[in-house]
């Protein structure tokens, strides 16, 4: 026990790096972790994973409240409504089955992983909202926080695209923004959870505190590393951790068929390609236009 419990703290520093890097992504790492190497059941992992993501993502606003990167009164509505989400979310678990929240989480995993990879598109010349309209705030956070509710994923990696693509805000405030609004839910959700579930709270605290250490290691990275390179590379570890989420709710019988495997893997090379050419293409037309541009 002590060798798996050594190494869960370990890798938990990955949880607080990706938080600390980009803004989420620590409970699509935390469940997995707390499932298959601590050996949690699913429901006490996913109730453990928005602990230590809330009390990580509230240590990692410190740094960027101190550099204006937060946007308070969206944070704080969005948050509310989250929680509110989350909690309702936390409570519903209790009558799903384990291994549908697993397959829940896995699939969330997959739509993070696509949206990571494919990217943001610039919004050039779109005027940056100061506020958010509050009703699609509500309505938005509400959702979210059901997700994270239920299967204890799905927060940052649906807060920051929300600010960024409907608010207009620069990446690094809706960051920073997200961090509030994860925190809220995550221990909105926490309280959902604890009504039918019950935490080794020596087991969270250890966690927690590799993941706290994690995130400042990942404040200090931060912008060292090229954004594309880094969601990329994230992107793709989260396909496979995905894939092999949703490969353990199957049947034993097809689990463990060789010729899943093989299909599962000419999938992901096949996808691997398809995204290598097109940025190829991105690459092109994005020179193609600045030499059109050059020449007029």
């Known amino acids: 026990m002590s060798g798996s419990l050594a190494l869960t703290v370990g890798l ?12 989420g992504g620590g409970s699509i790492l935390a469940v997995p972790l707390l499932v298959y ?12 994973s928005l602990l230590v993501v809330g009390v ?31 909690y309702a979310g936390g409570r519903l678990a ?58 204890g994923a799905g927060g940052g990696f649906l807060v920051v695209p929300a600010l960024a693509l409907l608010g ?13 609004v994860i925190a809220m839910k995550s221990f909105a959700g926490l309280a959902g959870y604890l009504s039918s579930v019950s935490i080794d709270w020596g087991l969270a605290a250890a966690v927690t505190a590799a993941a706290v250490v994690g995130s400042l290691l990942g404040g200090r990275l ?4 090229p954004e594309d390179v880094l969601r990329k590379a ?12 949703l490969a353990q709710q199957l049947p034993d019988q097809v689990r463990t068929s060789p010729l899943l495997w093989f299909a ?3 999938a992901l090379a096949v996808a691997v390609g398809l995204t290598a050419w097109r940025g190829r293409l991105r690459r092109r037309q994005a020179d193609h236009d600045l030499v059109a541009t050059g020449r007029r």
């Open 234 to 245: 994230f992107g793709w570890f989260v396909v496979v951790m995905g894939v092999f989420v």
């Open 222 to 225: 931060a912008g060292r590393i």
């Open 94 to 151: 209790e009558f799903v089955p384990a291994g549908l929240l697993l397959t829940g989480f896995a699939l969330m995993m997959l739509a993070t992983a696509v949206a990571m990879i494919r990217g943001r598109r610039p919004a050039a010349g779109k005027p940056v909202a100061h506020e958010l309209p509050v009703p699609r705030v509500v309505l938005d956070g509400v959702v979210v926080g059901l997700v994270t509710g239920l299967v």
């Open 168 to 180: 207009g805000l620069p990446m690094p405030v809706a960051v920073g923004t997200s961090l509030v």
């Open 12 to 23: 938990a520093v990955l949880i607080g790096i990706s938080l600390g890097l980009l803004g």
């Open 264 to 266: 599962l893997g000419l």
């Open 56 to 86: 990580t993502s509230a240590v990692g606003v410190l740094p960027h409240a101190r550099a204006g990167r937060i946007r308070w009164r969206t944070g704080l509505v969005f948050g509310a409504a989250g929680m509110a989400g989350a």
């Open 37 to 48: 190497v601590a050996d949690l059941p699913a429901k006490e992992a996913i109730a453990t």
